[in-house]
């Protein structure tokens, strides 16, 4: 702006210097003259600093294309950075659930062959000495005596490992035998009230009554799975399945109630995709 300003004050100095040696004598011209040359010396140095600054900013813009694209450079590559760090935090936390997992699963098993092996130093400490061999007559051969009770899940044998209890009573529940699985796993609880799948058997003592159309005996079930195994991984079912049960019993609002607890406190589990579809098909239920 002020290079313009200064150009302009010497273009009027020019016009005037031309316009009075019209009316000056010949001394006054050459005055003139040389004043006019001087002027013009001036507007070629001034034109000649607007060009370096012209070149100037020329070289100040291409600075700043370059910086602009240095700092995107840059922050590409602090982006990338953190987004391979989180990949590498993700994976390692992945990993960490995995051992965890697995190191609980270790756990469980070397707590139900504990029991077992108990059971067994137990099993052998009780047998008595070997008794003489008789020969049968052939009308006791083969045999049997009809009153002899017969063993069931809910009246275990004597000496019995966690394992092969679990199995007997758990093939009732998977043959539609409820009420017999009922017995069986509340047996099982008393028998081993430490075996990791105690509260497994809590909670399967609600499905073989939930199965059995009892309902409300189911719910009673279910709740004790939450109030004696707090801290297990069966608790989300057993809200789930206290869900059903009421929705079944068409009681919608303790039915919402269960379903909306797995869904709020326990997001991440299985049960809560199920209930949220549970809260979708009851929410204009009364």
Known sequence: MRLMRKSGALAAGVFTVVSMTALFPASARADADKEHKVIMAEIRMLQEE???VRAVLANLSET???LNTR???DAGRTQKAFADQKLVIDGVAEATRILREKADETNVRISSMGQELQTLRQTVASMPAPAPVTIPSTTDAGVTDPGAPAPSPGNPPANISPTQMWDRVYASYTAGQYDLAVEGFQSYIRTFPTSPQADDAQLYTG???YNAGKYQEAVAALQRVISNYPQSDSVPVAYYKMGLSYE???QFEPARRAFETVVKSYNRS???TLAQQA???IQ???
Do not use: I, P
């Open 50 to 52: 607007q060009q370096q």
């Open 64 to 66: 700043l294309k370059a």
């Open 71 to 73: 700092l995107d450079t």
């Open 207 to 209: 499905y073989s009554l």
């Open 248 to 250: 079944a019993m068409k």
């Open 270 to 272: 299985n049960e809560a």
């Open 279 to 281: 809260l979708v098909r």
């Open 284 to 286: 204009d239920k009364k």
